[in-house]
Each structure stands twice: as structure tokens, then as C-alpha cells.
């Protein structure tokens, strides 16, 4: 008899509770947490950057996490995230669809990545120029022998269409479509692992990927050298000054994007990330500080003075 | 009095609620994906959709959406899976029920059940730190994100629910079988061919039958092994991109309310038909062994 009753009571206030707990996770409260959210090729530079700022102010607390330029934005339009991290500009119809839900992006730049075209290091070819690496991707160039390199098939290895950095490569490189060959991965750091055991392989990658400190690369990977066109002299994007004058042809802001001019905790870490110290770890990241153009450009958004 | 009754219809109707909630949660499921599904043959002929070979949602171009690469792919895994999962699976069996000693039973069967435990995630990393290189280093290729690769990890993955049902399948032969087929002169592998395996046939199909639905509905260790080209595969060695893995990779991105959004629950739809006419047919195959038995 008050088993049964037991039962029943439970019944009713089990919803009850659950009913709670979700609605208390919907709440976010204001205990002064960031969200960020998106690009692979960021997220690895902020969560460094949101360590040295959680370690200067620790009242402040900034969870980093990846999956992607498109994940990040898609999080932004839905008003998930407060900074978006995305290694390409956001496309003028998801520009749309944010206005369309009442969110206004702001584009702020913080840091410059150079992306470098990875093999494996045992391979003999040293240096390509931008076409020979465009139609490799697109399949025109299947086998090794045709660059210069040993007769072995090239398998590529790219990225998933969710990745800023599949269409930064694709509309600046490629200026076509991927091969269908090309195999998908999940994220840079597959990627990188799928490089270093495939003696055949080549790959794009954010250059903070395979340089560990001072700038040396990880083992197994070489850092192709790349050329503009055929008659370009080819130069390493391990040198900043190759990047930051345009002379290596893969470089590209980095992109933050927020609802609206932030302001507050949000302000802070942005002006914290464009700051001196900002851009001196970012380098030591093994990404570029921002150029006086992009330094500009966040100043007419009202983020720095 | 009043009250009691009163109890006791509250108390009937949520287990009615309880054992029916499956059946609504199916055709919810079914109903979001057919209902958001359907709206890509707006933009995409049906012809198109299924034969064409090109999915490239995402295209510099033009943006394609053919499933056949995608449905090839999902066969071919299905298939080396079940190549390897089926003899092995049936094999394991026979030695628990037929073979091995009470001790060895004892010792085995928890080792079958863990196995049935790790998580795919998991045994997509070993596969492709371990599977994957011994793979490329047997057949002397450049790398082993492969059918073949994703074929054995899922037949690892069925592994468990073959043996496991086509074990009590075998357990479930009449006794009188076996001893009349010894009494007949028939010796131990004779008996087993002959007719203890016949015997217990249908129950053994519905153990492959539901390893398929096992390999079918798996995504993410294929996700991490197979290289997810989206290319139509042409050997075992190729890259291959499963109907699971291309919702799992696109779903996250995809814009609410596009033809990619409406394409990818269409592909939604179909694996689900898929896996739906497997279980089915493991249904109705065990209810046949199930009379057959009585």
C-alpha cells in the first residue's frame, strides 16, 4: 500500500526535478564565463590565449572549444557562443540568416595564420608552386612523378566541408572542386597523423600545427616551400617575414566574430588578444601578429582605440 | 475504496504510457525524417539522388547530391564486416556450446560480453593507430584508411551480438538430435554440420541479420578509419564515406532549411528503411524459429 504510493509520488516529482535541472542549465547567470567556439586552427591559440588571461584575471572564466569555422558561426547565429573563432569570412548568407535572428556579426581580426602544405619527410620533393598544389587536390596530379618527386600515387588528406580552412583552400587554391578522392578528416590534428605515416601523403594544415617551440616542426613532416606561380621563387612559411609581406601566397586573418560591439568581460579578452602581449604569445605560437591593415580595420569597429 | 481504484487506474495507465512510448518515439523519429527528407526532391530529382555518384553539397560549382558512392560504401563495409564476423562469430559459438568445458565457457563468455562494452570510439583509435598501419604494411600500401580497415573493426563490433544469439540458437536444438544422429553412427563433426547447424539455422541467420543492423547503424569508428573520401570506391583499398559518417560530418554545419539540410535526413530516411527492413527480417526469421521449436 505505501509501496505503491511511493511509486506514484515519485512518478510526479521526478518530472519535477528534471524539469529544474534543465531549466536551471538553460540559465547561464552571469559568473562572468566566456563560451568560444569553432575554428580547428584557432582553438589551440585561444584556449593558450584564455589560459594567460584566466591566469591574469581570475574571476574570468573562458571555456575554448573546436569543431570547426562553420560549427563556430552556426553557434553564433543560434546564440550559443560568444565569440565565434573562424578561419574565413562569414558568407553573406549566413550573414543573412544571423541578421534574420537578430544578431549582428562583428568581424574582428586578432591574428594572421600562415597555412602550410605538409608531406611526409622522407619525401624528395622540397618545394611546389600554388598550381602544381591545386592540381594535385583536384586530381590532375596523381602521382608524385609529375612534380619531380619518386613515381608513389599521392593520397591527399583535407579537410571536412564544416572547416574554414577546406574553404579558404578551396576558393584560393583550388579555385575548383576537391577531388573526390581526397580523404575527409576530422580535424587538423588527424590530419597530421595521417601525414606522418603516409609516406605518399600531402596535406594543408594551420602552420601551428606542426611547429612545436621555437619553431621547430614535429617529426616525420616537412613544410613544403611554396611559390606563387611557376616562375616564383619558392619561400618557407617559417620565416614571419615571408608571411606577413605576402611573399608566401597561404596567409590569412583569423577571424573572431561576436553579436554586436561586445562589451564588458568579452571587450576585455579581445583587447586583451590585440594587445602587445596578445600578439607576442600568438607568435610564439607559431601564428603572425596582425598586420597595421587589420590593426586598423578593428579600430573602425570600436574595439580598440 | 474510491481511492484505491482510482490508484490503481493512475498506476495501469503509466505503464500503458511506459509500453507504449517506444512505439511513439518511433514514429516521431520517422515522421521528422521522412516529413524533412521528402523536401529535397524539390530541388533534387529522385533519378539524380539515388544514381548519381557526386555528393558535394559544399561544391565550388555547382552543389550535387548523389547518394550511390555512399550507398556502395555502406554495402562494401557491411559486407567485409559480416565476411569476417560470420564464420568467426558462428565458429566462436559452436566451440562455447558444442566444445569447450564448463571452465572455458565460464571464462569466455565474460570476455564476449566486455568486448560488447568498448566504446567505438575507442576501437576507431586502434584502428587507426594499430589496424590501419599493420593493414598498409601487409598489402604494401601508402596508408590503411580503408574498407578493409572499417570492414574488420566492425566485424570486431558484431562480433559479440553474433555469438551471442547464434549460441542460444545452438543451445536451443533438442537434445533428441544430437543423440539420434550419434546413434545413427554420425561422428561429432558430422553431427554438427549436419544437423545441429540446420537445426538451429534460422536463429543463426537472425544473429547475422542483427550483426548487419550492428555494422549498418555504426558511425563513428568508421568516421575515424575509413578516410571519408567521397569518392565511388572501387576496391577494398579505397577511401570510403558511409551514409552514417556523411550525416555525422555534415549535420553539424549544415544552414536549418537548405536543400543540404533536407538532403542529409533524406539520407537520414533511407538508412533508416535500411535498418528497419534488417531487423525485420530478423524479426520474422526468429519467429519462425520460435514456432518452429514448439
Known sequence: MFYNFRIIIGALILPAILSTIISCSKNKGDNHSIQIKGSDTEVNLVQRLSEVYMNKYPTVSISVTGGGSGTGIAALINKQTDLANSSRPMKSAEIDQAKAKGVEPVPIIFALDGLAVITHESLSVNSLNINEVAGIFKGNIKNWKSVGGPDLEIS?????????????????????????????????????????????????????????????????????????????????????????????????????????????????????????EGQELIENEGYYPITDKHMNHNRSLGIIK | MKLKRFKEKTIHFLFFLAGISAIIILLGIFSMLLFNGIKTFKDVSILNFFFSTVWNPSAYHEPSYGILSMLVSTFMVILGSMVIAVPLGIGTAVYITEVAGTRTQEILKPFIEILAAIPSVVIGFLGIIFVGPLIAGIFNLSNGLNAVNGSILLAVMSLPTIISISEDAIRAVPKEYKEASYALGANRWTTLIRVIIPAAISGIVAAIMLGTGRALGETMTVLMVTGNAPAMPHSFFDSIRTMTATIAIELGEVPYGTTHYYAIFAVGTILFLMSLSVNIIAELVTAKYRTQRT
Open chain 1, 156 to 276: 591527399m588528406y583535407g579537410r571536412q566541408s564544416n572547416s574554414g580552412t577546406f574553404v579558404y583552400f578551396r576558393d584560393t587554391v583550388l579555385k575548383g572542386d576537391y577531388a573526390p578522392t581526397v580523404r575527409r578528416m576530422n580535424g587538423t590534428a588527424q590530419i597530421v597523423e595521417a601525414v606522418r605515416k603516409d609516406k605518399a601523403a600531402i596535406g594543408y594544415v594551420g602552420i601551428g600545427y606542426v611547429l612545436i617551440d621555437e619553431g621547430k616542426v614535429i617529426s616525420e613532416i616537412k613544410i613544403q616551400k611554396l611559390a606563387k606561380d611557376a616562375d616564383s621563387q619558392p619561400v618557407s612559411p617559417r620565416e614571419s617575414e615571408n608571411v606577413k609581406s605576402g611573399a608566401y601566397p597561404l596567409s590569412r586573418p583569423l577571424f573572431q566574430y561576436t553579436n554586436g560591439i561586445p562589451a564588458g568581460e568579452i571587450l576585455e579578452f579581445v583587447q586583451f588578444e590585440l594587445s602587445r
